[in-house]
């Protein structure tokens, strides 16, 4: 009686796979044979080489200079209250000083940056609020659905689309970071451009045509917003908008938790700032508007230079260096048994059913 494999493969509906060496699995493949020695020169090369790397990479980090200043608590100006909690009750501004000394100079170029912790920019609803075609200049008075609900606010009784809108741009970081000499004579001169990537600045952000509050008039602001968009940077139309670059930094949203975004250049065209900025006591000076403390935020502020491969981070070099330690003693210890231990490889080949287990 006929299985019915064999009726299948009668009539012509065989699943047999074609007869040839790709489907049949007959090809020719090679596979290695780990032994003593492809093994332990390995994990001398990667140790060797990992090292001295991990302590390159460690020595460019030293080479930053940075100093953190957290002002999450910062205490008002002649008032005993935090401004966290100032701000709470009011929309009036709260301005705070922290006094901090450099104790090196910070020479060649020094950037300012504003630190954030405990917020996660990388929520994937927090990513997506935006509408990447608003920002290249191409206002529709129907934002994306993505926005929501950001998309529309209120404004002397009429319900307009926001520009920009969505969570991110919602949220965009407001506080005002100026540093003072101790004295109070002078402020450290600061430049607000140059601070943004040239891809996002020339590529993904664009202002309509024509003059921006005529262009934006159908519009209205963020509702956590105290300017409008064209107002962001009234003094420099190229730096206003759309393409005003404090926005665009805050809005290439952070991976991790805890971050830094670049805030301001220091300005080393100005005298006394030519090489740098000199060792010696200053004046944080904190417009505080930002509110964090609802979700055990912290915010802080950072002075730091950089280095051939960027700011200060020991941990990649780090990195190299317990990998290549690590592979170093497994090469070792790896050695020391073979030495020991080992068999030839003729014999580890040429194993057989009857070769005895000594």
Same mark, same amino acid.
């Given at each position: 009686?006929?299985?019915?494999? #064999? ?53 460019f980090s030293d080479e930053v200079k940075e100093h953190v200043i957290d002002y999450t608590h910062c205490m008002k ?9 100032? %701000? ?40 997506? $609020?935006?509408? #990447? ?10 934002? $994306? ?137 200053? %004046? ?52 020391? %048994?073979?030495?020991?231990? $080992? ?16």
């Amino acid at each position: 009686m006929a299985t019915p494999s #064999d009726t299948s493969e009668h009539n012509g509906q065989s699943r047999r796979p074609a007869e040839s060496a790709f489907k049949q699995q007959r090809l020719p493949a090679w596979q290695p044979i780990l032994t003593a020695g492809t093994v332990l020169p390995t994990f001398f090369v990667i140790g060797i080489a990992f090292i001295p790397v991990g302590i390159g990479l460690l020595y460019f980090s030293d080479e930053v200079k940075e100093h953190v200043i957290d002002y999450t608590h910062c205490m008002k100006e002649n008032d005993n209250i935090t401004c966290a909690s100032f %701000i709470k009750h009011t929309l009036e501004p709260c301005i705070c000083r922290l006094e901090f000394n450099l104790t090196e100079d910070y020479k060649k170029d020094v950037f300012f940056y504003y630190g954030l912790g405990n917020y996660y920019q990388n929520h994937r609803r927090y990513v997506k $609020s935006r509408d #990447d075609n608003q920002l290249l200049g191409r206002l529709s008075l129907n934002p $994306s659905t993505d926005c929501e609900p950001f998309a529309y606010a209120e404004e002397d009784g009429k319900v307009k689309p926001v520009a920009p809108c969505g969570a991110i741009a919602n949220s965009l970081f407001n506080d005002t970071l100026e540093v003072k000499s101790a004295d109070g004579q002078f402020s450290v001169p600061v430049l607000n451009t140059g601070i943004a990537w040239t891809s996002d600045r020339e590529i993904k952000f664009r202002n309509p045509a024509g003059d921006l509050k005529i262009a934006f008039a159908n519009f209205t602001k963020p509702s956590n917003w105290r300017k409008h968009v064209w107002e962001l940077d009234p003094t420099n139309k190229e730096n206003n908008g759309f393409q005003n670059e404090d926005l665009i930094v805050w809005m290439r949203t952070a991976a991790l938790p805890s971050f830094r975004k670049l805030y301001r250049r220091v300005n080393h065209e100005m005298d006394g700032f030519r090489d740098g900025l000199v060792k010696g006591s200053y %004046i944080l000076v904190v417009n505080y508007s930002y509110p964090v403390i609802d979700f055990d935020g912290k915010k802080s502020f950072v002075i730091s230079t950089t280095s051939l491969l960027g700011g200060k981070n020991p941990f990649l070099g780090v990195a190299y260096v317990v990998v290549g330690t690590m592979c170093l003693l497994l090469g070792i210890v790896l050695l020391v %048994i073979h030495v020991k231990c $080992s068999k030839s490889t003729t014999e580890m080949i040429n194993v057989n059913p009857r070769t005895p287990y000594s």
